[in-house]
């Protein structure tokens, strides 16, 4: 039997229990029966409407006003069930939203996947967490016919869903840049003029990249606005940041990226990041760049990878496991 | 037999209400539905009020087959409303999360359409059936 049919006999029941003697039982019967007629939709006006005949039924002799008064309150109740009502649909739409996020981001990894070149000199970790669903951070291997090895890697001001489509756009013209352009600063000076003509001024985006040469050991970089990546020298054990001038993309059509090169020795190591790794916040304040190198120190004798693993690990359990911020780091350390 | 209530000031809102009671109680509306059924009649004769200037609250029995109930018909030459998919979104109203507006009309009654032309003015028809 439906509980609509069955309801006002319940109620009754739960009230007459509490006239009669007010045992906490019968409150917690009304509890029950609360949760049963949200489940079942019923509205406060309804429920007022119901209190109202339960109690003319079980007390014939109650004074008018009394009953009287149960119009108001179930007046009042009314916009009350409105606001509920209209929460309920909006939960709704909130599950089909979020939903569809899930989809979009699934979406955008397969979208962004990046395969990591296999080259017997370099051995070459990533990772990229997000800080929600969807990721404003991008990075992107191309491995060249020549053997030479691209790398990028972007961030874009803003988060969520521009970012996210704005970054699709990022994606699809480096997929078609053509093979003669691999020089960081040609790179740079395309994507940027494609960023000005078609993305909304109040984004930006940095970006760095680079270009590995496998026969000189050459690593050239340009930079637009990015966050600066460190060089480890094996040799002197020493972190050196590498620094690049450069405007962000999408500011000035007319831009222009300068180079800058580094002799890549068996054991150095060049890391590359996101804002999210160096703007770790932790409640003493910005994450200091020397506990970063710290770090990094640490786990500079493993497999790239795993050095990239290993810091993240360490960050987020800096931060609580609450990224603030998408969180990109990419390590290249050079083995023979 | 129909009747109408022009809605200037805010007290001709509570003669549109008092006028929607009336008919509902005379068909045989429960409580519960003569609130609903006034809280919609509040809600449009209140936009009139606040956003035409003035308008009509017009109420009529109606019959289809064995289904007797009645419609409420507000009718403005007010501004009109320009997107009416936007007012008649959940949580864009301007009732500012109270569940009001032309959503909580809808919901509130069995059938709801509306007409709108910018400049011209709006025609909400909302039915409410015995049960």
């Not at chain 1, 000076?189 to 494609?194: A, D």
């Not at chain 1, 910005?286 to 790239?304: A, M, R, W």
């Not at chain 2, 864009?92 to 919901?107: D, E, H, N, Q």
Request: proline content about 3%; charged content about 25%.
């Amino acid at each position: 039997m439906n509980f609509r049919d069955t309801m006002l006999d319940e109620y009754k029941e739960i009230l007459k229990t509490y006239i009669n003697d007010q045992t906490e039982q019968a409150l917690y019967m009304s509890q029950k029966f609360s949760r049963k007629s949200i489940e079942f939709k019923i509205s406060p006006e309804e429920m007022i409407s119901l209190h109202k005949t339960s109690i003319m039924e079980l007390e014939p002799e109650l004074p008018e006003s009394l009953l009287l008064s149960l119009d108001i309150l179930l007046e009042v109740m009314m916009s009350y069930g409105l606001a509920y009502r209209e929460h309920q649909s909006l939960r709704t739409i909130q599950r089909e939203l979020i939903n569809e996020i899930e989809v979009a981001a699934s979406m955008q990894q397969t979208l962004l996947g990046t395969q990591i070149p296999n080259i017997p000199s370099m051995d070459i970790g990533a990772i990229s967490v997000p800080a929600k669903q969807m990721s404003g951070d991008y990075y992107h291997f191309v491995s060249h016919e020549n053997g030479a090895i691209s790398v990028a890697i972007a961030d874009i001001i803003g988060k969520g869903i521009p970012a996210a489509l704005c970054m699709s756009m990022i994606k699809y013209s480096m997929d078609s840049m053509p093979e003669d352009s691999q020089a960081p600063g040609d790179v740079l000076e395309r994507l940027n003029r494609v960023v000005e003509q078609n993305v909304d001024p109040t984004m930006f985006i940095t970006m760095f990249s680079g270009l590995y040469n496998p026969e000189t050991h050459m690593f050239s970089y340009s930079s637009a606005g990015h966050e600066p990546g460190f060089f480890y020298h094996a040799e002197t054990g020493e972190f050196e940041e590498l620094q690049a001038k450069g405007l962000l993309l999408g500011v000035d059509k007319k831009a222009k990226y300068n180079e800058y090169d580094r002799k890549v020795e068996v054991g150095d190591v060049i890391l590359l990041m996101s804002d999210g790794v160096t703007e770790c916040r932790t409640e003493d304040g910005f994450l200091e760049v020397d506990t970063l190198i710290g770090y990094i120190e640490k786990y500079i004798h493993l497999g790239s990878q795993e050095i990239a693993n290993k810091v993240y690990k360490e960050l987020e359990y800096l931060q609580d496991f609450q990224l603030r911020d998408d969180f990109t780091l990419i390590i290249l350390k050079r083995t023979i | 037999m129909d009747s109408s209530v022009k809605i200037i000031n805010e007290w001709d809102i509570v003669a549109a209400r008092q006028l929607g009671r009336n008919v509902a109680k005379e068909l045989g509306f429960g409580t519960v539905d003569q609130a609903r059924i006034t809280t919609a009649i509040s809600e449009l004769a209140r936009n009139i009020y606040l956003y035409a200037g003035q308008g009509e609250i017009t109420i009529e029995k109606v019959e289809n087959g064995a289904k007797r109930g009645m419609t409420i018909i507000s009718r403005d030459e007010g501004p009109g409303i320009p997107d009416l998919r936007k007012v008649m979104e959940d949580g864009f109203s301007t009732s500012g999360g109270l569940g009001a507006g032309l959503p909580g009309v809808k919901r509130l009654m069995d059938e709801f359409s509306i007409e709108s032309t910018p400049g011209e003015g709006t025609l909400i028809q909302s039915v409410k059936w015995l049960r």
